[in-house]
């Protein structure tokens, strides 16, 4: 098995993408675990950072 520390996303769809930030959401708000909210926004910010736009403008894109 090849060992790697990163993982590609770049084939994920919207769709998809947008079901894992609100299961991350769901499930850090229903279990009080704060790792999970903390994901989730980092990856919200990465991906608005590569998108050139803010945060809110990018979740309003994935829900189009």
């Known amino acids: 098995m090849h060992k790697f520390d990163k993982i590609s996303i770049a084939e994920m769809s919207k769709k998809d993408m947008l079901i894992i930030l609100e299961a ?3 499930t850090g708000k229903n279990t009080n675990i704060k790792d999970f909210i903390v994901l989730k926004n980092n990856i919200v910010k990465e991906l608005s950072l590569l998108a050139d736009s803010s ?3 990018f979740l309003n894109y994935l829900e189009k």
């Open 24 to 26: 991350l959401d769901y």
């Open 55 to 57: 945060e809110e403008e």
